[in-house]
């Protein structure tokens, strides 16, 4: 996924980048409401992370500019202020769940997981033929086999099976697969899908290359029958 981090305390937006991006997500920090204004206006996200207590412009702001745009990306808040009437305002506000402050990174992480299923349809895992993904806990295995991906093979699994049958252009990868600041090439793009590749096909898992336009995970044909039936 790629997640927007609007966080003013640079200790604890440190150790969320960090473990963010460890599980296999790419992120972008941002530490002013006005920066986290224009970086959800021009760029699309997964999930955004957001600190209420942010300088320039209040992250309560920045959400309900958020919303007046019909943007329905997930929204997890933060915030130093536990008293109810601020939960309620932020979740009326449009934010999906609230987190205070000071909290556990393993709680966090469970938020964010949970978040993702929500915006995938709530499912836990995709599959595709003999191939499972499991969102929650990012993971996957073909044939019943674990295999041994790195996170950014993961990141690249999981866009091309939510996109199962549809082409993905490589600038749409670098998008979700990478965060600001991140000199990631195409041709970086075309070493990752190499290496998922050499892990699939064995199974019987095949990414088409279209060449100048991008990349297609393939439908097994028992796949494709079911959902022409």
Not at 46 to 54: A, K, Q, R, T
């Amino acid at each position: 996924m790629r997640i927007l981090l609007a966080e003013d305390d640079p200790i604890i937006a440190d150790g969320l980048v960090r473990t963010l991006k460890k599980a296999g997500h790419a992120v972008d920090h941002v530490d002013t409401g006005t920066d986290a204004d224009a970086a959800v206006f021009s760029q699309p996200y997964d999930l955004v992370i957001l600190d209420l207590g942010l300088p320039k412009l209040p992250g309560i702001e920045v959400l309900r500019r958020l919303r007046g745009r019909k943007c329905a990306v997930p929204v997890l808040i933060l915030t130093a202020q536990d008293g109810v009437e601020e939960r309620v305002r932020g979740l009326d506000a449009g934010a999906d769940d609230y987190l205070t402050k000071p909290f556990a990174l393993p709680e966090l992480e469970a938020r964010v997981r949970a978040l993702s299923r929500r915006g995938s349809g709530n499912a836990t895992r995709i599959e595709l033929g003999k191939l499972i993904y499991d969102q929650a806990d990012r993971m996957a295995s073909l044939n019943g086999q674990i295999i041994e991906l790195s996170a950014r093979e993961l990141g690249l699994l999981e866009v091309l099976l939510l996109r199962a049958g549809r082409l993905v252009g490589k600038e749409q990868l670098v998008e979700h697969l990478c965060s600001w600041g991140e000199e990631v090439s195409n041709n970086a793009i075309e070493v990752y899908v190499h290496r998922l590749r050499k892990k699939l096909e064995p199974g019987g898992v095949k990414i088409a290359t279209v060449r100048g336009l991008g990349y297609c995970l393939e439908k097994p044909a028992s796949v494709e029958s079911r959902e022409h039936e």
